[in-house]
């Protein structure tokens, strides 16, 4: 546990911005994190939290401490009829985590497969893809409050989790630092593979009674081919959230465009797919120099090399501006900008 100064960012985020923090420090255990938040040079300097840099935009250097997750591990803690309790480090990268899932033949991540990022912060946003919420598998999780040190345990209901959203980007943001979650997996598997083109791919591979090995590797699949590789092109996955709009609205926007996709939330409400508007846009493929918008996914914007943070913030709020004037709709960033 070292406290660096003058620290390149550029290998900690997804989008490859080369930005610096003032400080930077890792820590690997529970004691060491304590340990760094205790020391009085670090009291009052600004605190930014980092695991696998996959869900953030760094726009300028940080001018305070940047603390990196490196907590490990991965083990049973309890056991019933149904369900195997897992207990994994906050530093732990997640697409690891589904792998020793897998391995272990327990169910209910599966549909998660290959999500960058790492174990503490999925429970931030509610991580979720192909109709699996991060909320569905999740038993607790052990905090470490930035003020005081002390370990909080966070029940599901105190989370708070709703869609990509959880009590610690709202009234708890940069208050706590997770570092284990426990999940609780399935030993008898319950497979859900009607959402997105899960089906359709397992019939591709010829696949006709499917395992939650299968469904992953399907997931894989999709992801791969809809998605950049983060080490060749720099992203942070899908930029905005799906809007969900009432159903009126909706019904309103179906008679300008007979084609609109949607998926029902609730008997008032509809979630939209973000990526489709984009489209509608004109955005999808577009370049704008060295960044851009992806070419087989309007979701997610794309620093080709060497773009700054302030192009890829701009380039966002200017594909929320289209799609508002257009549709009437307003885009949230899924991505934490700072």
Not at 51 to 69: H, R
Not at 110 to 121: C, M
Not at 141 to 157: P, R
């Amino acid at each position: 546990m070292k406290l660096q100064t003058d620290f390149s960012l550029k290998p900690y985020n997804t989008f490859g911005m080369d930005v610096k923090a003032r400080l930077f420090a890792r820590f690997d255990t529970v004691p060491e994190l304590q340990e760094l938040l205790q020391m009085p040079e670090l009291e009052q300097e600004p605190k930014l939290i980092l695991g696998g840099g996959s869900n953030l935009l760094l726009t300028k250097d940080f001018d305070g401490v940047v603390l990196l997750n490196g907590i490990k591990g991965i083990e049973k803690v309890r056991e019933d009829q149904e369900h195997v309790y897992l207990q994994v480090g906050g530093g732990e990268v997640w697409h690891d985590f589904v792998l020793k899932t897998l391995d272990l033949n327990l169910g209910g991540v599966e549909n998660l497969s290959l999500i960058p990022g790492t174990v503490g912060a999925a429970p931030l946003q509610n991580i979720g893809a192909y109709g699996v919420e991060l909320k569905d598998v999740f038993e607790q999780l052990e905090a470490v409050s930035i003020n005081s040190g002390q370990i909080k345990s966070f029940t599901a209901d105190a989370c708070r989790f709703g869609y990509r959203e959880s009590v610690f980007k709202n009234e708890l943001k940069g208050q706590y630092i997770v570092t284990h979650v426990t999940f609780r997996l399935q030993k008898k598997h319950k497979l859900n593979t009607s959402y997105g083109a899960i089906s359709t791919t397992l019939q591709e591979m010829q696949v006709q009674q499917p395992t939650i090995q299968h469904v992953s590797a399907a997931v894989c699949q999709i992801r791969r081919s809809k998605l950049p590789d983060p080490k060749q092109i720099g992203n942070a996955g899908s930029f905005f959230k799906n809007p969900e709009i009432p159903l009126a609205q909706y019904e309103d926007l179906q008679k300008q465009h007979p084609d609109i996709p949607s998926y029902p939330v609730s008997e008032t409400t509809v979630k939209v797919p973000a990526g489709w508007l984009i489209e509608q846009c004109g955005w999808k493929g577009k370049m704008l120099g060295n960044y851009g918008v992806h070419k087989n996914q309007a979701l997610v914007l794309v620093n080709y090399g060497g773009a700054k943070g302030e192009q890829i913030r701009q380039l966002a709020y200017d594909v929320i501006q289209s799609v508002e004037e257009k549709f009437g709709i307003k885009l949230s960033p899924e991505v934490n900008i700072i």
